[in-house]
């Protein structure tokens, strides 16, 4: 079965950093993008980066370009999400994804999901 553990989260003060990670296993193979999503409390679940397997095209959403990067280490299977000038909006509680469909940045697409790892920006 495959499966997405994701941790990493944690408490950080404003302007700080974390970096999130998501290990993935039961894939026969490394096709398969990984997204990082997050929703903060009365909010709805949005897309925050995802990178694809065959290229390693990755995309952002607006509000995190040039603060979090993320990136892949196949031979460990695990997807990593740097995350700096972390900011109070940022906190939520952030979910790795899988997918070996096309159409990566949409939400819909992604068939394997990991439990959550909290993030808490403190101001």
């Known amino acids: 079965d495959v499966q997405l553990q994701a941790s990493g989260g944690g408490l950080v003060q404003v302007g700080g950093s974390l970096r999130l990670s998501c290990a993935a296993s039961?894939?026969?193979?490394?096709?398969?993008?990984i997204g990082w999503f997050r929703q903060a409390p009365g909010k709805e679940r949005e897309g925050v980066s995802c990178m694809t397997s065959r290229d390693g095209m990755t995309y952002y959403a607006d509000s995190v370009k040039g603060r979090f990067t993320i990136s892949r280490d196949n031979a460990k299977d695990t997807v990593y999400l740097q995350m700096n000038s972390l900011k109070p909006e940022d906190t939520a509680v952030y979910s790795c994804?899988?997918?070996?469909?096309?159409?990566?940045?949409?939400?819909?697409?992604?068939?394997?999901w990991g439990q959550g790892t909290q993030v808490t920006v403190s101001s």
């Open positions: 994804a899988a997918t070996i469909r096309p159409g990566v940045r949409k939400m819909e697409t992604y068939d394997y």
């Open positions: 039961g894939f026969t193979s490394d096709e398969y993008a």
